[in-house]
């Protein structure tokens, strides 16, 4: 997952099935301005659409993926 920062700010991604249950978790901490890049293990999330939400301290971005 790619994302782009327009301030610094403290970073958390989660990801959450159809049904909007967090499935997985991942707090990034403080990131500085600027691009950022970060990997998932979901080998063991079932097959379905899932979505990508990052959070910063005044934003919020939202994607989905399909796990086959």
């Known amino acids: 997952v790619d994302y782009l920062l327009n301030q610094t700010s403290s970073v ?3 990801i959450t099935d159809i049904n ?3 499935v997985l978790e991942n ?3 403080t990131k500085a ?3 950022h890049s970060t990997t ?3 080998s063991n999330l079932a097959i ?3 979505m990508i939400t990052i959070r910063t301290k005044d934003q ?3 994607t989905k993926f ?3």
Request: hydrophobic share 40%; glycine share 16%; net charge positive.
């Open 66 to 68: 399909i796990k086959d």
């Open 20 to 22: 909007g249950k967090v």
């Open 40 to 42: 998932f293990n979901v």
């Open 33 to 35: 301005i600027g691009q």
């Open 48 to 50: 379905g659409m899932y």
């Open 12 to 14: 958390e991604i989660l």
């Open 60 to 62: 919020s971005f939202r």
């Open 27 to 29: 707090i990034q901490g």
